[in-house]
Nanobody, 119 residues
C-alpha cells in the first residue's frame, strides 16, 4: 500500500519560512516524480513544484522563494518555503507520478498539511 505523509505545516508570519516534508512508503521512490500542490479555500488545487530526473520545476508564483529537494535513500521530498506571503496560505499536498518523461498524471496523493501565513 502506497502512503504519502506530509508534515511541517503551521502558522507563520509573512516573510517567514517553513519547511514541509513528505515521507513515502510502498513504492519504488527513485522511479517517481514527486510534486507539491496546494489548495486554498474556494480555489482549485494548483501546482507548486516537482522534482524528477530532469531536476526541479516550479510554478512562477513560487519561483525564487521555494525549493524542492528529494532524498531517495530516505524516501522523502521536502519543500523549503521562504519569503512567505499571505497568498501562500493553503493546504499543501505531496504527490507522486510514475510518468517517466512528461508528467500527465499523479498516481498517489498525501492527505495534506495546512500552511497559514499571517499578514
Amino acid at each position: 500500500q502506497v502512503k504519502l505523509v506530509e508534515s511541517g505545516g503551521g502558522l507563520v508570519q509573512a516573510g517567514g519560512s517553513l519547511r514541509l516534508s513528505c515521507a513515502a512508503s510502498g513504492l519504488t521512490f527513485s522511479g517517481y516524480v514527486l510534486g507539491w500542490f496546494r489548495q486554498a479555500p474556494g480555489k482549485e488545487r494548483e501546482f507548486v513544484a516537482r522534482i524528477g530526473r530532469s531536476g526541479p520545476y516550479y510554478a512562477d508564483s513560487v519561483k525564487g522563494r521555494f525549493t524542492v529537494a528529494r532524498d531517495n535513500a530516505k524516501k522523502t521530498v521536502a519543500l523549503q518555503m521562504s519569503s512567505l506571503k499571505p497568498e501562500d496560505t493553503a493546504a499543501y499536498y505531496c504527490a507522486a507520478s510514475s510518468d517517466a518523461v512528461a508528467v500527465t498524471r499523479w498516481n498517489y496523493w498525501g492527505q495534506g498539511t495546512q500552511v497559514t501565513v499571517s499578514s
